[in-house]
């Protein structure tokens, strides 16, 4: 008996696996990147890292926007040492500060002559509720607000860039956002602030 339930057990966990294989939808793109500039917010860790890496192996100027610096030029370090890039730059952003992202924002028009690619992708979860110095709730501010107002700054040099574009790294728990004007601004609860946060539209 024990190694039949066993033997279902380990047929299941295989049928699982080569369903969620081949549901998964893989970038085969090898489009190439050399003279392009990107900016990956985020991009120390998790989807923001793996997105830059790949920006780099494509010969990309890749600038990591990142609140952590130390954080931030280990990743850099180590997307040079795979990817034999050099081309790869970190400057600190802060989503939480209107004042950080206009700094950075500034910064790039300042040092950059285009702007091919901007990807959105910081983003935090799980947060209680707290407002930050701008006056705007935290969670919307990071995943929402901050974004929106770096898209805003840089707008004229993507434009410049043409063709050019912005990715807004999104989440599936967005579907059940039910954000409106009055509630903007507002603390929800931790699930619904964060599906309200990454509401892409």
């Not at 990956?40 to 609140?67: D, H, M, P, Q």
Request: glycine letters at 6%; aromatic letters at 8%.
């Amino acid at each position: 008996m024990f190694f039949i339930v066993l033997f279902f057990l380990l047929v299941t966990f295989i049928l699982i696996k080569f369903r969620k294989k081949f549901k998964q939808k893989w970038c085969r793109s090898k489009v190439c990147l050399v003279g392009k500039t990107v900016i990956v917010t985020g991009a120390n860790t998790g989807i923001g890292y793996e997105t830059a890496l790949e920006f780099a192996k494509r010969g990309a100027r890749v600038i990591l926007a990142c609140r952590n610096e130390e954080r931030a030029t280990t990743a850099r370090q180590k997307i040079v040492r795979e990817t034999q890039n050099e081309n790869v730059v970190v400057q600190i952003l802060n989503l939480s500060s209107m004042t950080s992202v206009r700094k950075f924002a500034k910064n790039i028009l300042d040092t950059e002559e285009r702007l091919d690619i901007l990807v959105n992708n910081a983003g935090v979860g799980g947060l209680e509720h707290s407002m930050t110095s701008d006056g705007l709730q935290l969670l919307m501010q990071i995943n929402y607000f901050g974004p929106t107002l770096l898209t805003m700054l840089l707008i004229d040099l993507l434009k410049k860039s043409a063709p050019s574009r912005i990715i807004n790294v999104s989440s599936m728990i967005a579907r059940f956002a039910k954000l409106t004007p009055e509630n903007l601004n507002s603390y929800t609860g931790l699930v619904m602030s964060y599906s309200n946060s990454k509401l892409d539209t």
